[in-house]
Antibody, heavy 118, light 112 residues
Framework: EVQLVESGGGLVQPGRSLRLSCAMS????????MHWIRQAPGRGLEWVSG????????GYADSVRGRFTISRDDAKNSLYLQMNSLRSEDTALYYC???????????WGRGTLVTVSS | DVVMTQSPLSLPVTLGQPASISCKSS???????????LNWFHQRPGQSPRRLIY???NRDSGVPDRFSGSGSGTDFTLKISRVEAEDVGIYYC?????????FGQGTKLEIK
């Protein structure tokens, strides 16, 4: 079965750090783009960050630029999000999303919940 | 950043009737490669979003043909020809032409 599985979420105090991971399985890995997209409780979807394949570019939403770092390990079929200086407004369900076919963002994980609170 | 504006935000529909959602972007979504990367997603309560339509009008595998997408440039529409009970949830448009990718606010479809 083709799937993405996120991990690393949890409760963290404001100003602290957290690292999210996304493991891919069930398909032949390719170097298409991968993304983190989040959804605050009861809110809409927000693209957080994306990274292209080998030698490709990466990008961030203004709300996280300078605090979050996206990376990928193709040998491990994994995607990561290092989140520093966390704020209460970063509280959300974080989805790992991958481009499989044309168009983008066609494969989604189930998400990992990050709660930033003292 | 490209601003995506959906309307309506709430859409009560009678079973078997059509439904239409508009999505407008603040700038053209035509990419330098000639494609227009406008996608539509459906999210049911407690579930991850599922992509329905990619590049304006292409249905994803398994998506019923009662769903259709159209539009160009900055103006796009998702149509459901005959709403079924399983279609309830929130619909989002998303542009993947310009980084950062951006989503519309979401349209909540409910059955009258």
């Amino acid at each position: 079965e083709v799937q993405l599985v996120e991990s690393g979420g949890g409760l963290v105090q404001p100003g602290r750090s957290l690292r999210l991971s996304c493991a891919m399985s069930g398909f032949t890995f390719n170097d298409n783009a991968m993304h983190w997209i989040r959804q605050a409780p009861g809110r809409g979807l927000e693209w957080v960050s994306g990274i292209y394949g080998t030698g490709g570019g990466l990008g961030y939403a203004d709300s996280v630029r300078g605090r979050f770092t996206i990376s990928r390990d193709d040998a491990k079929n994994s995607l990561y999000l290092q989140m520093n200086s966390l704020r209460s407004e970063d509280t959300a369900l974080y989805y790992c999303v991958k481009d499989i076919g044309p168009g983008g963002c066609d494969l989604w994980g189930r998400g990992t919940l990050v709660t930033v609170s003292s | 950043d490209v601003v995506m504006t959906q309307s309506p935000l709430s859409l009560p529909v009678t079973l078997g009737q059509p439904a239409s959602i508009s999505c407008k972007s603040s700038q053209s979504l035509v990419h330098g490669d000639g494609n227009t990367y406008l996608n539509w997603f459906h999210q049911r309560p407690g579930q991850s979003p599922r992509r329905l339509i990619y590049k304006v009008s292409n249905r994803d595998s398994g998506v019923p043909d009662r769903f259709s997408g159209s539009g160009s440039g900055t103006d796009f529409t998702l149509k459901i020809s005959r709403v079924e009970a399983e279609d309830v949830g929130i619909y989002y448009c998303m542009q993947a032409t310009h980084w950062p990718y951006t989503f519309g606010q979401g349209t909540k479809l409910e059955i009258k």
